[in-house]
């Protein structure tokens, strides 16, 4: 008898008449078969289903999970996650291959053709290219968009971006933001209940810009802070006044942890730690409020900075659930069922297009590998609750955020902002569920440093090393717990900085305290290190850390505590950046046999806001991680503190630790993979949009090599003011994004006084994980201006350019430079994007006869569009019409630009004299922008005589259809 598995009895009835009914008589059988046979067989209804056409694949699967129940409801999920489609989303007839175009390469926007044409009137399929005008896709060419469409073969195809374009557009032509929505869409089917706090969530995890308020795809939220640890001071205020909550004294202060008053120790005197009260806001662990400190203020105690140094802003996440202490939880909703439709999500056509995203090779495929493995980790047993309204509601706008990823996977800056709002519905899923714990969460770091650290595993596993894990609300409260811990039977003097010159320069007070105590020759025994720093003047030596610390193993005397070593971890490479060992690795490979000895003690302190969050920005939290020998009674106290402070600050069970817990547990790969993604792209800037010279730290830094970061200054300053008009570029406090952004005021290494130092500081570019087309127009005239030097030249100019005054002269100069480059193989590649960059920074930056710049981006419009991302052309078109405002073109002679005075003012708008080059410019701006956008700017000017010529004809007819709405 075989034991192969069987599909089960009913099965053909189902297929033939796919139905509840049928789909029920097959979910009986299942239970009918037992396990393990049952379970064999849901994994043979997977790959079954998964050779049927993804349509057909998302409903059959969908039917029968709504039927299963229990373990073999679990193996269902499980196994139809495992299985992927069998073949392409789209799939090609032999018979009728798909049209050859000359230049496809510049269709999907990776090339600029090498003669860009006119948009022809028509396609061969009879498509007005106008009529595709809505759609958000990274490409300028409509008419080789109609081709495609002209093609039956992808008209499905065609129909899903179309309709996906459309939900991006009146998105973004609302005045509120899809945060917004959500909230609005939610809060009354939640109020009242312990649900009500995760929908006001919707829009926070995502650290706040610096920017002005954002509209359309992005993220909002009135109690999010540009950076938690922080810029959290008016946001708590709104929190406390959410809450009801009162401080008995104004001066008392949140914190996050009952434990916070044995840390201050560190940095406040003994008597005045004494004089201070503690005590939780609900039971006796987590938020806590400190009071006493209005008794000490003759002494100007600066207590803010002293206690974010020590990492001891309360968690928001802990804040936002206090709001619905004592009130019901949801009731459930029998009419969802929420694993049926997770298998419909993962099972479905966009969901396949994903996956095949995923295993390409462009900038979207790390991105689109995190968001598969975190939408599938969902089918495990810690996943959806199965009849609650708010998951399925989450799943459906994951599932409408999923259609304009994939729809946007040649328009990146679009696709990034709805992998963004994923996050929150995944937050929310993981939230209402609840099911992760502590030992989750230490079993998935532990599972994700034994991958990092292979050297250390046989030792770990081997219960010889000791390995213990908690949650911090901050990589800073790793570091002060860590340093608290290590010191606190040592005397809070004696610590080490051996590796001061990459330290993190936030616990710059925290460590000169601690290093001038007074105690005049403290005790080797304490060292602060870092993998890679968030200021990267240098690059770390794992080797000399080593050294570093065998040194003061050497000095240590025979019954002494363990030397301790504390590494911030939070930015870790790929072993294939490092030449095939990872830092951590070499370190901990190096030192393994001390630790067992129970001669060391070490300390790893994470930051999750960074890297460890994907990239997304979205958690702010971090890991505190201590290894030592198992059993040595010289490290019981090491290991009782890190519990007690685990325990009080209780976070794992919280809205914060489910999602952490859920980014480790099925991602935890993708976070090297998307720092290796974005490091790519910051080496690219380094090398090619803005090189420096490698001797002058007064122009940056040149250590990229691995590392998502670059640090860069200018030589007449201001740089920050500079940045700050790069609006095609995020403001944030932090890294770690989707998109690239930006931090400002980065102080310089060198030993200038602060006064001195300040016109030097650097911005640090976090880039993100959008095209090399993008990184080329956001950072190549900068770049290149910024040094005096023009493309192709080899060495700076001997003129500086003033950026805080650009003259438009020095932009020409350079875009003249431009076109005489030949034979260099990046500028051909790029030479658009290049112009492009040129024409955005001119538009930010030239001060004075902005009237100019209309011919400088009508031509560029009219010449160089091909290649150039959706994202800057629609801002330079959007740019150039702003410029026409109270304005009415006119053109001053069908062949050119005859010289001729200008014509007689019309009404009291100024006449602008314009070519027919211009013309055409505003024409093909005009196509590139959406409805919405466009409508509003066609109303601010007025087209006069521009003459009979096709392109004339085509703008007069958008202005018309606008302006008439």
Not at 197 to 212: E, L, N, S
Not at 284 to 307: C, E, H, M, P, Y
Not at 391 to 408: E, F, H, M, Q, W
Not at 572 to 584: D, H, K, M, N, W
Request: hydrophobic share 40%; net charge neutral; aromatic share 6%.
């Amino acid at each position: 008898m075989s034991n192969d598995p069987v599909l089960p009895a009913g099965w053909q009835e189902f297929v033939a008449k796919p139905d509840p009914a049928t789909a029920k008589a097959v979910a009986r059988a299942l239970t009918q078969l037992g396990s393990p046979a049952a379970l064999e067989s849901v994994k043979l209804i997977a790959e079954t289903l998964a050779e049927r056409s993804a349509a057909e694949r998302s409903e059959k699967s969908r039917l029968i999970a709504a039927q299963l129940r229990g373990e073999v409801a679990h193996a269902f999920m499980k196994a139809t996650a495992a299985t992927r489609l069998a073949h392409p989303t789209v799939r090609t007839p032999v018979e009728k291959p798909a049209p050859q175009h000359q230049d496809v390469a510049h269709y999907l926007d990776v090339l600029p053709p090498k003669q860009p044409g006119e948009r022809p009137e028509t396609t061969p399929g009879g498509h007005d290219p106008l009529t595709l005008e809505a759609l958000d896709l990274a490409t300028a060419d409509l008419a080789a968009l109609a081709d495609r469409v002209a093609d039956e073969r992808d008209a499905s195809s065609m129909g899903h971006l179309r309709k996906a374009a459309e939900l991006v557009d009146s998105i973004n032509a609302e005045p509120t933001t899809y945060s917004q929505e959500r909230r609005a869409e939610l809060a009354a089917a939640v109020k009242g209940t312990t649900q009500e706090h995760i929908v006001d969530q919707i829009g926070f995890r995502a650290a706040k810009t610096q920017r002005d308020k954002e509209r359309g795809l992005s993220a909002e939220n009135e109690f999010a802070a540009s950076y938690w640890r922080t810029n959290y001071v008016d946001t708590l205020q709104k929190f406390l006044a959410k809450l009801g909550t009162v401080m008995p004294d104004p001066d008392d202060i949140l914190v996050n942890s009952p434990r916070v008053l044995e840390k201050l120790a560190m940095m406040v005197d003994p008597k005045v730690v004494a004089g201070l009260r503690i005590k939780p806001v609900v039971g006796r662990t987590g938020i806590s409020v400190l009071s006493g400190t209005a008794a000490f203020k003759d002494q100007n105690i600066a207590w803010k900075s002293i206690l974010q140094e020590l990492g001891a802003t309360p968690s928001a996440y802990q804040l936002y659930e206090l709001m619905d202490t004592g009130k019901p939880d949801a009731q459930a909703d029998s009419t969802v069922n929420t694993w049926a439709d997770l298998v419909a999500l993962i099972t479905g056509s966009p969901f396949a297009r994903l996956q095949e995203i995923a295993r390409q090779k462009t900038e979207l495929a790390p991105v689109c590998a995190m968001v598969e493995h975190l939408v599938l980790g969902l089918t495990d047993e810690a996943g959806p609750k199965r009849t609650d309204a708010l998951t399925a509601n989450a799943l459906r706008s994951l599932g409408r955020l999923l259609d304009i990823v994939v729809a946007n996977q040649h328009n990146p800056s679009v696709a990034l902002r709805a992998v963004d709002l994923m996050m929150d519905e995944i937050g929310i899923v993981v939230a209402v569920a609840g099911n992760y714990t502590g030992d989750d969460y230490r079993r998935a770091v532990r599972r994700v440093m034994l991958e990092r650290a292979p050297s250390i595993a046989p030792l770990v596993e081997g219960e010889q090393v000791h390995m213990y894990s908690y949650l911090t609300t901050s990589g800073m409260e790793a570091l002060g717990t860590a340093l608290w811990i290590a010191l606190s039977w040592r005397g809070h003097e004696q610590v080490s900085r051996s590796t001061e010159p990459i330290d993190y320069f936030e616990t710059g007070e925290l460590l000169r305290r601690l290093r001038e105590g007074d105690t005049l020759t403290p005790h080797q025994d304490v060292l602060v290190a870092t993998l890679n720093p968030s200021a990267p003047y240098s690059k770390p030596s794992p080797e000399e850390l080593v050294v570093s610390v065998r040194e003061a193993l050497a000095a240590q005397k025979k019954g002494a505590a363990p030397c301790v070593l504390i590494i911030d971890t939070t930015i870790q490479l790929a072993p294939g950046s490092t030449g095939g060992r990872g830092r951590l690795d070499v370190i901990l490979g190096s030192l393994k046999e001390d630790i067992a000895a129970g001669r060391l003690e070490v300390f790893l302190c994470k930051s999750y806001q960074k890297y460890a969050s994907f990239g997304t920005g979205k958690v702010a939290a971090g890991d505190l991680t201590l290894l030592s020998q198992k059993g040595n009674l010289e490290s019981v106290f090491a290991r009782a503190e890190a519990l007690l402070q685990d325990i009080q600050l209780d976070l794992a069970r919280h809205d914060e630790g489910q999602l952490v817990i859920h980014m480790l547990r099925h991602g935890h790969r993708d976070e090297l993979a998307l720092i290796d993604s974005a490091a790519r792209n910051a080496k690219f800037v380094d090398e090619f949009c803005w090189p420096i010279d490698p001797k002058s730290k007064r122009q940056g830094t040149t250590y990229v090599d691995g590392i998502p970061l670059l640090l860069r200054a200018t030589s007449t300053g201001k740089i920050d003011t500079l940045f700050g008009k790069l609006v095609l570029i995020d403001w944030r406090d932090s890294f770690s994004f989707l998109r690239t952004s930006y931090v400002g005021r980065i102080p310089g290494p060198w030993g200038a006084s602060p006064a001195e130092q300040k016109e030097e500081w650097y911005v640090r570019i976090n880039p993100g994980h959008e095209s090399k087309e993008t990184m080329v127009e956001c950072f190549y005239a900068f770049g290149h201006l910024a040094t005096s030097t023009p493309p192709g030249a080899g060495q700076p100019g001997q003129k500086q350019v003033d950026l805080g005054r650009l003259p438009l002269e020095a932009v020409l100069e350079h875009l003249k430079a431009l076109d005489e480059v030949k034979g260099d193989a990046g500028v051909e590649r790029y030479r658009n994007n290049i112009a492009a960059s040129y024409c955005v920074f001119a538009v930010q930056n030239v001060g004075f006869h902005k009237d100019a710049l209309v011919p400088l981006l009508a031509g560029f419009f009219a010449k160089r569009t091909g290649g150039v991302t959706i994202e800057t052309q629609r801002y330079l078109a959007g740019e150039l019409f702003s410029l026409l405002k109270e304005k009415t073109v006119d053109v001053v002679h069908d062949t050119g630009p005859a010289k001729l005075p200008p014509p007689p003012a019309s009404g009291k708008k100024k006449v602008l004299s314009v070519d027919l080059t211009t013309v055409a410019g505003l024409c093909r701006a005009a196509a590139v922008l959406p409805a919405w956008r466009f409508t509003a700017l066609a109303k601010e000017f007025e087209l006069g005589q521009i003459g009979v010529s096709a392109e004339a004809k085509r703008l007069s007819a958008l202005v018309d259809k606008a302006v008439k709405g």
